[in-house]
T-cell receptor
Framework: DGGITQSPKYLFRKEGQNVTLSCEQN?????MYWYRQDPGQGLRLIYY???????QKGDIAEGYSVSREKKESFPLTVTSAQKNPTAFYLCASSSLAASYNEQFFGPGTRLTVL | GQQLNQSPQSMFIQEGEDVSMNCTSSSIFNTWLWYKQDPGEGPVLLIALYKAGELTSNGRLTAQFGITRKDSFLNISASIPSDVGIYFC????????????FGEGTQLTVNP
């Protein structure tokens, strides 16, 4: 099946630890995105990448880091510098071949920092 | 960043009723997208709109791209319990590349 996978579904970490969230897609999409969602709120863009080995900061990049070594993969690291990391994290991807940017989402990872 | 004003924030309706929600902005968008999110899941794309004035249907859902390119609405006809969830609008600005701007969502509750 083609799609976007995120793992794990639930993640618990102690305060002060870095944690890496996985995102993989087999849709052959060029662009990938990371969003953060807090209860009752919309989606805020953390980082995005339109090509391998390149990425740009979104609206709330502080305390996060990413890499794009392969087209299929876009892992997100939540560092200890992120003041309030507990949230629902969503990965998305889109094709840049057409003018229209339809982003498709993974199932999300719920991160809880204790 | 750019803002999309999505309303209403929440709706409580009876099964069988029609629903309407909308998004407005002071900016001009090239594309409007509507997503639905179930609890604990990722958003799913419902309808994509590419041209000003375009009216597109997907089953009981109908969405329109406003003539001014600054707004869009989504209608759901004859609602059913599985319509429950959060509906998000998203727009692509001409100047934002592949980035989308999201509304804050409309929480829909359908009472059987």
């Amino acid at each position: 099946d083609g799609g976007i996978t995120q793992s794990p579904k639930y993640l618990f970490r102690k305060e002060g630890q870095n944690v890496t969230l996985s995102c993989e897609q087999n849709l052959n999409h060029d662009a990938m995105y990371w969003y953060r969602q807090d209860p009752g709120q919309g989606l805020r863009l953390i980082y995005y990448s339109q090509i391998v080995n390149d990425f740009q900061k979104g609206d709330i990049a502080e305390g996060y880091s990413v890499s794009r070594e392969k087209k299929e993969s876009f892992p997100l690291t939540v560092t200890s510098a992120q003041k309030n990391p507990t949230a629902f994290y969503l990965c998305a991807s889109s094709s840049l071949a057409a003018s229209y940017n339809e982003q498709f989402f993974g199932p999300g990872t719920r991160l809880t920092v204790l | 960043g750019q803002q999309l004003n999505q309303s209403p924030q929440s709706m409580f309706i009876q099964e069988g009723e029609d629903v309407s929600m909308n998004c407005t902005s002071s900016s001009i968008f090239n594309t409007w997208l509507w997503y639905k999110q179930d609890p604990g899941e990722g958003p799913v794309l419902l309808i994509a709109l590419y041209k000003a004035g375009e009216l597109t249907s997907n089953g009981r859902l109908t969405a329109q791209f406003g003539i001014t390119r600054k707004d869009s609405f989504l209608n759901i006809s004859a609602s059913i319990p599985s319509d429950v969830g959060i509906y998000f609008c998203a727009g692509q600005l001409r100047t934002s590349g592949s980035r989308l701007t999201f509304g804050e969502g409309t929480q829909l509750t359908v009472n059987p």
